[in-house]
């Protein structure tokens, strides 16, 4: 069972960055009207809320560099929570941004996921 859920958190992860790193619009697909962001400490509730978060940031492209993806199984049935590490490049910056997001992934079918809540934070200093 954990090995299934560390491949399933393993999965969502590259989809999800690869998706913020080259069709931000697409992520609307993994929330619901129920999903709940906290970006930088902004609170933002339902998919269209989020997926317009997400495609307005500041920039066209960056690169995600994972450093740790740890999963666990959640309290709701087949839930998984998900905490990762890594770095961002933004780019004309010399400098790497570290960063930590957390997702709490719900199934709704047979090994599809949605994104109930994701807390995203950068690591300053």
Not at 54 to 77: G, K, N, Y
Request: hydrophobic share 40%.
């Amino acid at each position: 069972m954990e090995e299934q859920i560390d491949l399933v958190g393993k999965a969502f992860i590259d989809h999800y960055y690869h998706l913020l790193d080259n069709d931000r619009p697409a992520l609307s697909s993994l929330y619901r009207p129920s999903s709940m962001l906290t970006f930088e400490g902004q609170k933002i509730l339902g998919v269209e809320d989020i997926t317009a978060k997400l495609t307005s940031l500041p920039f066209d492209q960056c690169q995600h560099v994972i450093s740790t993806i740890d999963s666990q199984p959640s309290t709701f049935a087949g839930g998984i929570v998900v905490f990762v590490s890594g770095s961002l490049q933004l780019p004309g910056e010399e400098h790497h941004l570290r960063f930590s997001q957390m997702f709490h992934l719900v199934p709704v079918l047979e090994g599809n996921f949605f994104v109930q809540n994701d807390m995203f934070l950068l690591n300053y200093g």
